[in-house]
C-alpha cells in the first residue's frame, strides 16, 4: 500500500523554524516527484513547493521562496521541508503528496504547524 | 492561473443531483489534447483524496455516479445522485503551469 505519513509539526514563535518530514513506503519513492502543500485554518490548499525524483530541481510559491527548503533523502525515502523565518500567517496543515499522472495522490494525513507567540 | 470554482456552498437533498463549475484563466489544455485539470473531495477530518485525474479520467475506487464535464478553460463536477458520504469540499486544481493552483473550494452539505 502507497502510504506517506508527515511528523514534525508543532507550536513555534514567529521568526522561528521548523523542519518537516515525510515518510514514503509502498512505492519506489526515488521514481517521483513529490510536493509539500498546506491548508490554514478553515482555508482552502494551497501548493507550497515541489521537487524531482533525484534532488536536483526544486520549486516554490513566492511567499516562501528563500524562508522554506525542500529536499528529499531516497535512502531515507523521505521529503523533508526546513521552514525557517516562520510568520503567524504560515499556520496550517502541511501535507506531502506524491505526484502521478499530472495529478498528486496520495497525500499524507498532514501535519499541524502554529505560529504564535 | 486563478482557478474560481462556484458555487462556493452547495447544499443537496439525498438522490438529488448536483454540479460544481471550475473556471481557469487560461486553457488547460496541453499539446496531447489532455487537459490537466485535477479533481479531489476532502472529507470532513481527512485529507484530499483523488476523484479525477486529467480532467476526466476517474481514478480507482470512484463511484460511476461522478462525472466531469468540459475543456479548455470550463470545467463541471457532476453527481448524478448525492449520498450522504459525498459531504466535504471539493477542489479543482491546475498542473498545467507553475506555481499549481486551486479553486477555492465548494462545500457539499445534505441538507
Known amino acids: 500500500e502507497v502510504q506517506l505519513v508527515e511528523s514534525g509539526g508543532g507550536l513555534v514563535q514567529p521568526g522561528g523554524s521548523l523542519r518537516l518530514s515525510c515518510a514514503a513506503s509502498?512505492?519506489?519513492?526515488?521514481?517521483?516527484?513529490m510536493a509539500w502543500f498546506r491548508q490554514g485554518p478553515g482555508r482552502g490548499l494551497e501548493w507550497m513547493a515541489g521537487?524531482?525524483?533525484?534532488?536536483?530541481?526544486?520549486y516554490y510559491v513566492d511567499s516562501v521562496k528563500g524562508r522554506f527548503t525542500i529536499s528529499r533523502d531516497s535512502a531515507e525515502k523521505s521529503l523533508y521541508l526546513q521552514m525557517n523565518s516562520l510568520r503567524v500567517e504560515d499556520s496550517a496543515v502541511y501535507f506531502c503528496?506524491?505526484?502521478?499522472?499530472?495529478?498528486?495522490?496520495?497525500w499524507g494525513q498532514g501535519t499541524l504547524v502554529t505560529v504564535a507567540s | 492561473i486563478v482557478m474560481t470554482q462556484s458555487p462556493l456552498s452547495l447544499p443537496v437533498t439525498p438522490g438529488e443531483p448536483a454540479s460544481i463549475s471550475c473556471r481557469s484563466s487560461?486553457?488547460?489544455?496541453?499539446?496531447?489534447?489532455?487537459?490537466?485539470l485535477t479533481w479531489y473531495l476532502q472529507k470532513p477530518g481527512q485529507s484530499p483524496q483523488l476523484l479525477f485525474y486529467?480532467?476526466?479520467n476517474r481514478a480507482s475506487g470512484v463511484p460511476d455516479r461522478f462525472s466531469v464535464i468540459g475543456s479548455g478553460t470550463d470545467f463541471m463536477l457532476k453527481i448524478s445522485r448525492v449520498e450522504a458520504e459525498d459531504v466535504g469540499a471539493y477542489y479543482c486544481?491546475?498542473?498545467?503551469?507553475?506555481?499549481?493552483?486551486f479553486g477555492q473550494g465548494t462545500r457539499l452539505e445534505i441538507k
Open positions: 487560461q486553457s488547460l489544455l496541453r499539446s496531447d489534447g489532455f487537459h490537466q
Open positions: 521537487i524531482n525524483p533525484d534532488g536536483s530541481e526544486s
Open positions: 509502498g512505492f519506489t519513492f526515488s521514481n517521483y516527484w
Open positions: 503528496a506524491r505526484a502521478d499522472k499530472s495529478s498528486y495522490d496520495p
Open positions: 486529467l480532467a476526466s
Open positions: 486544481m491546475q498542473t498545467l503551469q507553475g506555481p499549481i493552483t
